[in-house]
């Protein structure tokens, strides 16, 4: 057993590179990757290492998940792959989906070496590196017991096996590709070639053992959820090279889902929506290396039908998991709407897609969804997150939490929160231009152009930002920045340039063009004035929600006494068109309202979903229009 212990301290040496980037989408990771992505583009994404984030919302979300990952003990993340291993493990097991009778055992562990990356790689503390670092070690002694195969879970083979022979099993390569998507995660994010090595005897694993299957084997097999394998499969190929790897992606095209949304066609209703998810990620990052049109279509046409047809209000999409029928929502409001993961998966899609057009629609949902399902998923105090985030008249948030449930929402839950700095800022394709997508307080350290730029920003509270050129080259910095004109301020925006008016002749759902020679000190203010409207279900003007600017407002129904006994819900009866008389601020509390008159039977407080927990709410109201 020491000879073994040693060899195996030997193999597992492991190699820090000073990288600190992601690998997946247009922009990041240019420098490490052997295959370049191959389409016109219109913006590039920064690294996660490039923002800072300021103290907001945002910033405090992100502090509380950083708890739950300073407290996870990497030896009962090892745990359920050491005994699949036969390696010795005292820790003790963790509970719900992690337990060691469960069949996505494993899932958690994949969602924490990404979580623990892109922690890293957002803040630079090093203690996230080095727990990653201790994960991977632990993985990779399990993978080199498990023999040479490359074969690397903690669950046995035999569960693929099942799935390739289309027997009862939940889901083992949705499973594996957190661990695919971690290790891949460890090593563009966090510099550990170990990870690389041990993704790279994975992938030969997976390569000889669905090499050999048919063409209708392989379909069967799909039928089974397998998350993103394609996505991270492109991410691997866009590294090595190695044609095997993309062939080994473009075995998990899935032909019944993918081929109809190729010719622009919906058919999702009834089908699981965040099965679906993934795979159109995989095409669009297929499309970016291989230049395959059709890729495109496929994720163009999916993210315009989910998001036209399928969302609701908050951004998030599906009920009880499923599609419903294109544009018919007002009947699918069950407890268990909007899964988390779902929104995360779109928004990933979303970030693809805006490099592609840098459309303010994808800037739009994006923000949205960020707000009033992303950030909104967290209890501020627990850290538990939202699995289904209910939009059941008269419900409440239930939580769902790390080392106790382990569901699929608790995995991407520890990363939805360390990525909030992610989409704030992108490059036009010519390096030489600023978006600002996102009004998050922040700072942007551009290194190419020796630029630091700061957001200060209390919005959505006030809603205005303020962006500070901190530190510019004594030449200054002659670009475009395009400001977001978001298409929610119907009220017009006001932009000054180190406090002279500047004249707009956008309109709403655009982008503001600035163009001149940046130097340090500069500073851009916009102030756009946020209003009351309503939106109404696609299906029905009888029922709809209160959005102030995009922030969804909820009902405050009552403290959660008992969370399965919901109050009743009132209806509003009024004259809409004069929605600021009917509903009105409450003095000294921000984004918060009240009903005047309209209530039946009575009046209500509105304030921000996303700052709701602990008590009833409804989002979705009956509308009656009285003129
Ligand atoms: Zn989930």
Redesign the pocket.
């Known amino acids: 057993m020491k000879i073994k212990l040693l060899t195996l301290t030997a193999w597992t040496a492991l190699t820090l590179m000073p990288v600190a980037i992601h690998a997946q989408y247009p922009g990041q990771i240019e420098e490490m990757t052997k295959v370049k992505v191959n389409v016109p583009l219109k913006a590039l994404s920064f690294n996660y290492s490039d923002v800072r984030l300021l103290d907001g919302p945002f910033k405090r979300a992100m502090e509380v998940d950083q708890r739950w990952l300073k407290e996870a003990d990497v030896n009962r993340f090892l745990h359920t792959f050491r005994v699949t291993a036969g390696l010795a493990t005292g820790a003790q097991s963790l509970g719900g989906w992690e337990s060691l009778d469960c069949e996505v055992r494993g899932h958690t562990t994949g969602h924490l070496l990404s979580a623990l990356s892109i922690m890293y790689a957002s803040t630079g503390d090093e203690q996230y590196r080095t727990k990653g670092a201790e994960l991977v070690k632990g993985l990779a002694e399990c993978q080199q017991t498990l023999g040479k195969s490359g074969y690397l879970s903690a669950f046995p083979e035999y569960f693929i096996d099942r799935a390739i022979k289309e027997e009862i099993v939940w889901a083992p390569f949705y499973t594996l590709h957190k661990v695919y998507a971690g290790l891949l995660d460890q090593y563009c994010l966090c510099g550990n070639q170990q990870a690389m090595d041990v993704l790279l005897g994975m992938c030969d694993w997976a390569y000889n053992k669905l090499k050999p299957l048919n063409e209708a084997q392989l379909q069967g097999m799909l039928n089974s959820e397998f998350g993103g394998m394609p996505e991270t499969l492109y991410n691997v190929y866009a590294i090595t090279g190695n044609p095997k790897h993309k062939e080994l992606a473009t075995l998990f095209y899935h032909n019944s889902i993918l081929d109809p949304l190729a010719a622009r066609k919906d058919s999702l209703a009834g089908i699981h929506v ?1 099965t679906q998810v993934p795979k159109v990620i995989g095409e669009a990052r297929g499309y970016e290396l291989t230049g395959n049109s059709r890729s495109a279509t496929i994720a163009n046409f999916f993210w315009e039908a989910v998001v036209k047809d399928h969302t609701y209000v908050t951004g998030g999409n599906s009920d009880k998991e499923i599609f419903s029928k294109p544009g018919i929502l007002s009947d699918q409001l069950s407890e268990n709407t909007t ?3 779902n929104t995360y998966n779109m928004l990933k899609l979303t970030r693809h897609l805006f490099t592609w057009d840098a459309l303010p629609t994808y800037a739009d949902y994006y923000e949205r969804a960020l707000y009033n399902h992303i950030l909104s998923s967290q209890n501020p105090e627990t850290g538990g997150v939202t ?1 289904y985030h209910t939009l059941h008249p008269g419900s409440c948030k239930k939580f769902h939490y790390p080392f106790r449930d382990n ?3 608790v995995g ?1 839950g520890y990363e939805n929160h360390a990525k909030y700095g992610e989409a704030i800022y992108y490059k036009t394709a010519d390096q030489n231009g600023l978006y600002i997508n996102l009004f998050i307080a922040s700072v942007l350290n551009w290194k190419e152009k020796e630029l630091t730029i700061r957001q200060e920003t209390k919005y959505p509270d006030e809603a205005s930002t303020q962006i500070i050129i901190d530190s510019a080259p004594e030449t200054g910095v002659q670009m475009p920045v395009m400001l977001r004109y978001p298409s929610w301020a119907i009220d017009g925006v006001t932009v000054k340039v180190n406090g002279k008016k500047q004249h707009v002749k956008k309109v709403p759902g655009s982008y503001i063009r600035i163009n001149r020679n940046w130097s340090k000190g500069d500073v851009i203010t916009m102030e756009m004035p946020m209003s009351l409207h309503i939106e109404y279900m696609p299906d029905t003007k009888e029922m709809g929600a209160i959005l102030y600017g995009p922030i969804v407002l909820a009902a405050e129904l009552g403290k959660t006494e008992d969370p399965a006994k919901n109050p009743e819900v009132p209806a509003l009866i009024g004259d809409f068109k004069k929605i600021d008389r009917c509903i009105q601020p409450v003095d000294g509390k921000p984004l918060t309202f009240r009903t005047v008159g309209i209530g039946q039977p009575e009046d209500v407080i509105l304030s921000p979903l996303f700052r709701n927990y602990g008590q009833h709410y409804t989002v979705y109201f009956k509308f009656t229009d009285k003129k």
């Open positions: 965040n899964e988390t993961c699995y569901t699929c929402c991407t």
